[in-house]
């Protein structure tokens, strides 16, 4: 069985790292893009199995890139991942999970082993 494609957007450069290290520990096949553009040039080239997308980042935000990937895969499960409370801002339901930025990965790696899961 193929190993979980699992694309992390952060613009955060050390964050990205450790989501990588930590998540091909777990066995996935892990992909990073710093920015929204570049997330979606690799959703249209690859399809990811799962994604955590930041909200705040320069150029197009998590929000819109989010939006954006679930037109097209309205069943991709997207978690989004950002330093602040999003919870009352109806513009990120859409989206499959959310979880709180933490040098402790043990809350995201559950939540994406339970997305995948459900797929």
């Given at each position: ?5 699992v694309?992390?957007v ?58 954006r ?5 309205p ?13 009352d ?7 499959d999970?959310y ?21």
């Amino acid at each position: 069985m193929s190993k979980p494609k699992v694309l992390i957007v952060d613009d955060d450069q050390h964050l990205r790292m450790l989501y990588q290290a930590e998540l091909e520990d777990e066995h996935y096949e892990v992909f990073i893009a710093s920015s929204g553009k570049e997330a979606l040039e690799f959703f249209e080239k690859e399809t990811p199995d799962i994604v955590t997308l930041d909200i705040l980042m320069p150029g197009m935000d998590g929000i819109e890139v989010l939006r954006r990937m679930k037109e097209k895969k309205p069943n991709l499960p997207v978690i989004m991942s950002t330093a602040y409370d999003y919870r009352d801002d109806f513009s990120v339901w859409a989206s499959d999970a959310y979880v709180v930025k933490s040098a402790d990965l043990t809350e995201l790696k559950s939540t994406i082993k339970t997305l995948l899961a459900r797929k």
